[in-house]
């Protein structure tokens, strides 16, 4: 048996969550199964009954496999294909059903919501102190801390050697020959910065 890494089995969760929900699942149970984020579960499952997500399960197949034979202690973005046809971009549903779906911590989509956090900023270089490794967040997540303690134990930001950086690219380059996209924001699955 493997041992699945945090940012292989957090993307195993996804997976899991749009699984089930792609199984003919009434809007308004889909809305009580997951009270984190009932409107946005409602709207995956109408998308499903509505046959507009025919193509996403097996894309996200195939990233979890990817994902989990690179075993990285970071979670790639989920797939900005599947990422756009499930509406993680729109505004039409809350920063904390998104965030909630995604699994970040609360403090970090408070921060990103409320102070307009669209990326790593200088408040986040601030907090850089120098140790050789180099920080790795998720694409499209924004921390409200890089040392945010629920953030790291979810496997959306940590440190690691530069050595490991490798692995991080070949993952990116596998992701980007079997699942190609045309997402102008996401080209890469993981934002990083050295500490100076």
Do not use: W
């Not at 399960?57 to 994902?67: F, N, Y």
């Not at 990103?112 to 140790?131: C, W």
């Not at 690219?169 to 102008?184: Q, R």
């Amino acid at each position: 048996m493997t041992y699945a890494s945090k940012g292989s089995s957090e993307l195993q969760r996804i997976y899991n969550i749009l699984k089930n929900l792609s199984m003919e699942f009434d809007p308004d149970l889909a809305s009580k199964a997951y009270p984190q984020f009932p409107n946005f579960a409602a709207h995956l499952a109408k998308l499903f009954i509505d046959d507009r997500l025919f193509d996403i399960m097996q894309r996200l197949e195939t990233q979890v496999k990817i994902v989990f034979k690179y075993n990285p202690s970071i979670r790639p973005a989920l797939d900005p294909y599947i990422s756009t046809q499930i509406g993680i971009f729109s505004k039409e549903i809350s920063d904390f059903e998104i965030g909630h779906f995604l699994n970040y911590p609360d403090c970090c989509i408070k921060s990103f919501s409320e102070e307009i956090r669209y990326g790593l900023d200088e408040k986040h270089r601030s907090e850089m102190k120098p140790n050789g490794e180099v920080f790795v967040t998720t694409a499209g997540f924004i921390p409200h801390s890089i040392y945010c303690d629920e953030a790291i134990s979810k496997g959306l930001v940590g440190f690691i050697p530069k050595s490991s950086v490798a692995n991080l690219k070949k993952l990116e380059k596998e992701l980007a020959i079997l699942l190609p996209h045309c997402h102008s924001e996401y080209q890469e699955h993981y934002y990083e910065f050295m500490g100076e």
